[in-house]
């Protein structure tokens, strides 16, 4: 069974003016199209064609470079649709601003860790926040494709948050200026969504 490209859960403009309607376009329909295309052609004629995307992460190491580039590149992007909407921006509640303030100190402190994780991976990658095998919190980052989910990630978990800093996220509107795109985008970031991934995976 082949992989397919889901819409995004919002219209290309919905995130403007914190991230443009080109971007998103040709992020979610070329790039992430892209990705998708490659893992099937990757996965043809293979086992990994029965499994989820999330069996074929989390075991990654037993693949080719063609399988952790795209397959990482789907599941990535899949996550990162979701957990933006233009009614985000809004710090969390309840349970997970609890377990933020145990783990950073607070809300902003944590927003200063994923900015910082985002800023200084050099060259393409993604900021993390994932909770790791004994449910805490952690930030983190990984270079091209790669994720937290990972058997050979550096920092193991299951990640609830990431954000995308390869330049096509951002190069449209903030070109060479990746900390302006990783200050802007916490407008958007839905921290409900992030949430209800932290209650699933703790
Ligand atoms: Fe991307």
New binding site residues.
């Given amino acids: 069974m082949a992989f397919t490209l889901t819409a995004l859960p919002y219209a290309f403009d919905a995130l403007e003016p914190h991230i443009d309607k080109l971007t998103m376009e040709i ?1 979610h329909d070329k ?2 199209q892209a990705y998708v295309d490659n893992l099937n052609k990757a996965i043809a004629g293979t086992e990994a064609e029965q499994l989820s995307i999330e069996d074929i992460v989390k075991n990654i190491s037993k693949y080719p470079p063609a399988v952790r580039n795209n397959g990482g ?1 789907h599941y ?2 899949s996550l ?1 649709w979701t957990i933006l909407s233009k009614d985000g921006g809004v710090p969390p509640t309840g349970e997970l601003a609890t377990a933020i303030d145990a783990a950073f100190g607070s809300f902003d402190e944590l927003k200063k860790k994923l900015q910082e994780a985002g800023a200084t991976r050099f060259g393409s990658g993604w900021a993390w926040l994932s909770v790791s095998a004994d449910g805490k919190l952690q930030v983190s980052s990984t270079p091209n494709q790669d994720n937290p989910l990972f058997d050979i990630a550096e920092v193991k978990g299951t990640p609830i948050l990431g954000i ?1 800093v ?1 330049e ?2 951002y190069y449209l509107k903030y070109q060479n200026k990746r900390p302006g795109y990783l200050e802007e985008i916490f407008n958007v970031i839905d921290w409900k969504k992030v949430a209800e991934r932290y209650a699933a995976a703790k």
């Fill in positions: 992020h790039h992430h590149g990535n992007h990162f995308d390869w096509h996220a």
